[in-house]
């Protein structure tokens, strides 16, 4: 059974660095047949996909948050990370991990709510 497990700090202060870890149990995130996306959802709000990793390593990203986010992984460990820059409290949100099987999301971490606040 896959599993997908958030970590990381819940409170970022305005203008800082919000960084995540996934850790996935139960399959290896190198398998070419998935892609590893994280999505986040505001609060009152809908989900907003932000990016994805790939087989090989290959990222992308939803435009309008391209240029403040990064998504890498660590093989070795089995995790891949989300780094989201120059943070404000709109993006006070429940960041989510989550495995992507085709065009389908089948396995999602339980969320993680982090916000940003001086």
């Known amino acids: 059974q896959v599993q997908l497990q958030e970590s990381g700090p819940g409170l970022v202060k305005p203008s800082q660095t919000l960084s995540l870890t996934c850790t996935v149990s139960g399959g290896s995130i190198t398998t070419s047949n998935y892609a590893w996306s994280w999505i986040r959802q505001p609060p009152g709000k809908g989900l907003e996909w932000m990016g994805v990793?790939?087989?090989?390593?290959?990222?992308y990203y939803i435009p309008s948050l391209k240029s403040r986010t990064s998504i890498s992984w660590d093989t070795s460990k089995n995790q891949f990370s989300l780094q989201l820059s120059s943070v404000t409290p709109e993006d006070t949100a429940v960041y989510y991990c989550?495995?992507?099987?085709?065009?389908?999301?089948?396995?999602w971490g339980q969320g993680t709510q982090v916000t940003v606040s001086s």
């Open positions: 990793i790939r087989y090989l390593g290959s990222s």
């Open positions: 989550v495995r992507e099987y085709g065009r389908l999301w089948d396995y």
